[in-house]
């Protein structure tokens, strides 16, 4: 069965900093691999995918992540911080081998120092 | 292009009534649409899949007959709580994939407030 983990509950940076997120899964075939961030309230909002193909992909927000096979990780990451990076962290896995059907991680809420 | 809506956005409900949930996708048709559950300060946690005109597939423990989801068109899925109590205050979230697309389009969430 397919999850998802991301060791990091809580993590607080500074403004400027650089950031990363941990997350680990565990698939059966190739997975595809997602970022969502979500403000208090809000709904989910994509931030990067991989499918396949280059294994750094580029997100919005200046968001980047590395899909490692070897490692079985997909860290989310942030040269820089902004304050309005603070939000809740989720990282997902699916495949169509399950019907499509998505496992998030426990979520990762960043707090940013100003 | 990929838009879901849901509505309503927020409810409250007296305990022992029934409120509907809707998930629209507005600009593709939805082949599948998924309901996520999601607690205060948790993750998301699939309750079920609905793929249009057929019986919904609900994941382990979570009862059919409490929350009925009807995906009767292409572009419409419908998630019925029925005889709301306290402990379903939740935020309630859709989502959809439309053709042979693997990725899953999210609407804004549903909060739902049983008193």
């Known amino acids: 069965a397919q999850s998802v983990t991301q060791p990091d509950i809580h993590i607080t940076v500074s403004e400027g900093a650089s950031l990363e997120l941990r997350c680990n899964y565990s698939?059966?075939?190739?997975?595809?691999l997602f970022w969502y961030v979500q403000s208090p309230g809000q709904g989910l909002q994509l931030l990067l995918k991989y499918f396949s193909g280059d294994t750094l992909v580029q997100g919005i927000k200046g968001f980047e992540a590395e899909f490692k096979r070897s490692q079985s990780s997909f860290n989310l990451r942030k040269p820089s911080v902004h304050w309005s990076d603070a939000a809740e962290y989720f990282c997902?896995?699916?495949?169509?081998?399950?019907?499509?059907?998505?496992?998030f991680g426990a979520g990762t809420r960043l707090t940013v120092k100003p | 292009g990929a838009v879901v809506s849901q509505h309503p956005s927020w409810v409250i409900c007296k305990s022992g009534t029934s409120v509907k949930i809707e998930c629209r996708s507005l600009d593709f048709q939805a082949t599948t649409m998924f309901w996520y559950r999601q607690f205060p300060k948790q993750s998301l946690m699939l309750m079920a899949t609905?793929?249009?005109?057929?019986?919904?597939?609900?994941e382990q423990g979570v009862e059919k007959d409490k929350f009925l989801i009807n995906h009767a068109s292409l572009t419409l899925s419908t998630l019925t709580v029925t005889s709301a109590h306290p402990e379903d205050s939740s935020f309630y979230i859709c989502?959809?994939?439309?053709?042979?697309?693997?990725?899953?389009?999210f609407g804004p969430g549903t909060r739902l407030t049983v008193t």
């Open positions: 698939y059966g075939a190739t997975p595809y």
């Open positions: 609905s793929n249009e005109g057929s019986k919904a597939t609900y």
């Open positions: 989502s959809a994939i439309g053709g042979s697309g693997y990725e899953q389009y």
């Open positions: 997902a896995v699916g495949g169509m081998d399950n019907n499509n059907d998505m496992r």
